[in-house]
């Protein structure tokens, strides 16, 4: 058992504009424990503190200023917590302190560079590192992520996040059963194998918790993330396994109510947040009084869920971050308050063994058996009658495990009775029969379903033909926002070339797309891939393309007006550059680990020539020896003593080379994890702009009187039935959410007319309501490129119907 108080860490955001700094000091004295002393002005302690005291004194474990790296924190903080976690203790490290102090920063990392991340992806590098090195246990990790939300818990690993909002999600619930231990209801535990497997469900969850927030629902700075790894170890053949969590916790902005100063949901928002961290603290209160015998854990969501790090099976730390800006001066010291207190805690760690029953019986079966075969050894006894039905299952249940047990040590024990040693056989050929033939016949019965699902598929030419319709509508839309945009660049370019001081490269430099067509990381992936066998992984790759292929790729579904806007968007935004210097950086990685991988090959390749070399004088030196018929030199040979040099030294080579290569395959992960997660980013705020773009068309556009008109005229019951169902069609449900109703709804109801309705409705479209430019040459280009279009789509519609 270890007992310890939370252990408490500060750290101090950089600040960017130093005169706006707050006062303070860090007095790091070897003998004393270190200080964090604040200044507070005259002027300002009037406005909050009665007792006008001006400088306030707190001591933390250790204090991180502004220059401290990422590397630093977590050598000093996390590593010994993963350390623990590894012995088997539960740990928790949580992130306190107020919004854009730090927090996120600190525990998942920046958004921009690989040196930037933070605590999780460089605990998992570190956890299972140790676990490869480790191989007389058998480990398993498995990750979690919950982020607690106004008081609910949403699983960010619920693959249902990518189609719905938050508030439609299975809400994650907390469980207690007779001992008090609390389970959590709808959290999925995702197993990893790999550190890739781990970063990616970090960034899959990262993603999720993005998409899922809305102007409105501001969840990354006022919701709790609670990243946890569970890993269990247990050694081969043994019955006792170890548990153990750690949680890495990102709490949610400390900032109080009053000063939000805002309304509405903001307001809602803010107090239940504040109210989950006022629980916290109340919990953290009365576990520093020392008689309390009630600590509140059951009041809110978090401290249930965080129930053993305060105060009870854990090894927890806490780093409050600090932004030390002189209006953040009160916050950073209310933070610093709350970590004293949290400094109070004692908690009592223990070592999470547990006998696993199933393993005991397994055991005590086998002994029996062993003592019962030695007994009839013995005696000398040869049983000749046949084997039990109950035997026989026996038999067979221990062959089934046999088969299942993963741990390549384990051994089928039946004794020394040749009448179970002819059985076991038997089984294990009828076993390999049956799946032989299963094996033929899933196949050909895949195949049949392959079939029919195929047959199921094909859209019934109606739909296909509402399809279309609908899309004519969204293009209408398309088309009108296109104009504005064409528009715009003109007069961008008319400028740029009033601008004869712009720099021409600098202007090209910004024409490109983050993006090019053709998918550059594609053909990068590929030349990684020529590297070494050792270090081909595809498969973390491709498990990541699958992990986050529907998010990125929405474009898929994008039409070509869109996709143009989305160049442009793309192109203007700030993002844009930190996705170009990524992409630029990736590129040299990958050239760096395929030189590497060259390199790793020819180190290779004089490995083995030398052991042959060597091979081969030792072979001549002992025919030399029979031949001279002498016996073997007792001296050294020299030139084979070389030789072993030149290999111990190749092999030195190789695994510098090798350490070195692994090291840049993770890097490259991560940073096109960033990469994804940045393009994300950009594609949701393409689509919020885009329906915004759309709202204002609508309101200013004349046309919306002619929907109106067209609104309020009777339709018809096929259409009031048709459109609810297209408004489910799936794969535009994306578009859809988006655009509102097009302007022009041409009145495809009415079957019969279709041909004569739909050709009205285009040239009955007022093109005059399109805001052309005024240059007669752009204005006919745009025309033209729109009666195109229509005409492509009109065609489509005819050849359907
Ligand atoms: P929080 O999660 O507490 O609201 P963030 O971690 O999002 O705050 O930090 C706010 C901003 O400050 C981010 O842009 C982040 O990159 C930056 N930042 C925070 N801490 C540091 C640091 N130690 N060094 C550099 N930038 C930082
Ligand atoms: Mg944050």
Redesign the pocket.
């Known amino acids: 058992m270890v007992k310890q108080t939370i252990q408490i860490f500060a750290?101090?955001?950089?600040t960017v504009r130093k005169h706006q700094q707050g006062i303070y000091s860090i007095d790091e004295d070897e003998k004393l424990i270190p200080t964090l002393e604040i200044i507070v002005p005259r002027d300002l302690a009037d406005g909050f503190v009665n007792n006008k005291r001006e400088s306030y004194k707190f001591k933390f474990q250790r204090i991180?200023d502004?220059a401290?790296k990422?590397e630093a924190i977590f050598e000093s903080i996390a590593k010994p917590v993963a350390e623990s976690a590894l012995a088997g203790y539960n740990g928790t490290i949580f992130?306190y302190?107020?919004?854009?102090?730090?927090?996120?920063?600190?525990?998942?990392g920046?958004?921009?560079r690989y040196t930037?991340r933070g605590i999780i992806p460089r605990t998992l590098s570190y956890i299972f590192e140790q676990l490869q090195k480790d191989s007389s246990k058998i480990y398993t990790t498995h990750i979690s992520y919950l982020e607690i939300y106004n008081e609910c818990g949403y699983d960010l690993l619920d693959p249902r996040h990518e189609a719905s909002s938050l508030e439609d999600l299975p809400k994650v619930t907390i469980l207690e059963d007779t001992d008090q231990n609390i389970h959590l209801k709808n959290l999925s535990l995702h197993q990893a194998t790999t550190e890739e497997e781990a970063l990616n469900l970090l960034f899959l969850g990262d993603t999720n918790r993005m998409i899922a927030e809305t102007p409105m629902n501001q969840a990354?700075?006022r919701s709790h993330c609670i990243f946890t790894i569970h890993l269990s170890s247990k050694e081969p053949g043994s019955a006792t396994v170890r548990h153990a969590k750690l949680h890495l916790v990102?709490l949610a902005?400390s900032e109080r109510v009053a000063k939000t100063g805002v309304g509405g949901q903001l307001l809602t928002e803010a107090k239940y947040i504040n109210l989950s961290l006022h629980y916290l603290e109340q919990v953290i209160v009365a576990l520093s009084e020392k008689h309390r015998s009630h600590i509140p854990y059951r009041n809110s969501m978090m401290t249930s869920v965080l129930r053993d790090s305060l105060g009870g099976n854990c090894m927890t730390t806490m780093i409050a971050?600090i932004?030390l800006e002189k209006r953040n001066v009160d916050e950073s010291i209310s933070t610093c308050r709350f970590a004293q207190r949290v400094a109070l805690i004692k908690n009592e760690a223990v070592l999470n063994e547990e006998i696993d029953p199933r393993l005991v019986i397994t055991r005590l079966q086998k002994e029996i058996q062993e003592l019962k075969d030695e007994l009839a050894i013995v005696t000398g006894e040869q049983r000749t009658e046949g084997l039990t039905e109950a035997e026989l299952i026996q038999l067979e249940k221990l062959i089934t495990s046999f088969l299942e047990d993963q741990d390549p040590e384990s051994r089928l024990e039946v004794g020394a009775d040749m009448r179970k040693i002819h059985h076991c056989f038997h089984h294990l050929k009828k076993l390999l029969n049956d799946k032989k033939i299963l094996g033929k016949s899933s196949v050909s019965s895949e195949i049949k379903d392959q079939d029919q699902d195929q047959g199921c598929q094909y859209p019934s030419k109606e739909e296909e033909y509402k399809k279309l319709q609908d899309i004519l509508k969204q293009r209408d839309n398309e088309i009108n926002i296109l104009v504005n945009m064409l528009k715009k660049e003109k007069k961008k370019t008319q400028d740029a070339l009033h601008l004869p001081s712009m720099d021409r490269s600098e202007f090209r430099r910004t024409q490109t797309s983050p993006f090019p067509p053709g998918n550059p990381e594609e053909s990068q992936r590929t030349l990684l891939s020529s590297a070494p066998r050792q270090a081909q992984d595809t498969s973390a790759f491709q498990h990541r393309s699958s992990l986050l292929h529907k998010k990125t790729g929405m474009r898929e579904e994008m039409s070509l007006g869109r996709q143009e806007a989305f160049e442009i968007f793309k192109r203007d935004h700030a993002d844009s550059i930190t996705i170009e210097d990524n992409k630029q950086i990736l590129k040299q990685r990958f050239a760096e680990a395929k030189a590497l991988g060259e390199s790793i090959n020819e180190a290779r390749n004089k490995i083995g020539h030398l052991k042959e070399e060597i091979t081969q004088r030792h072979m001549q030196q002992v025919a030399l020896g029979i031949s001279e018929n002498m016996a073997a030199p007792s001296l050294p040979d020299l030139l084979e003593e070389k030789l072993r040099a030149q290999l111990e030294e190749e092999k030195r080579r190789y695994k510098t080379m090798f350490t070195h290569l692994k090291a840049l395959k993770v890097e490259i992960e991560h940073l096109q994890l960033l990469m994804d997660k940045a393009k994300v980013k950009l594609q949701k705020e393409f689509e919020a702009w885009w329906a915004e773009e759309a709202t204002n068309l609508q309101a200013n556009s004349p046309a919306v009187n002619s929907f109106d008109h067209i609104k309020s005229s009777p339709q018809t019951p096929e259409f009031q039935h048709e459109r609810p169902r297209l408004l489910s069609n799936k794969s535009d449900v994306n578009a859809r959410k988006i655009l509102p109703s097009p302007p022009y709804p041409a009145p495809f109801n009415q079957k019969s007319s279709t041909r004569a309705s739909l050709e009205d409705s285009i040239s009955e479209r007022p093109t005059s309501s399109i805001p052309l430019t005024g240059d007669s040459q752009t204005d006919s280009d745009i025309l033209a490129f729109i009666k195109a279009r229509q005409n492509i789509l009109q065609k489509k519609c005819l050849g359907n119907k």
Request: charged letters at 20%; a neutral charge.
């Open positions: 750290r101090v955001k950089p991180f502004q401290a990422q992130a302190g107020q919004t854009g102090s730090g927090k996120t920063f600190t525990i998942t920046g958004a921009e930037d990354s700075t990102d902005g971050t932004s």
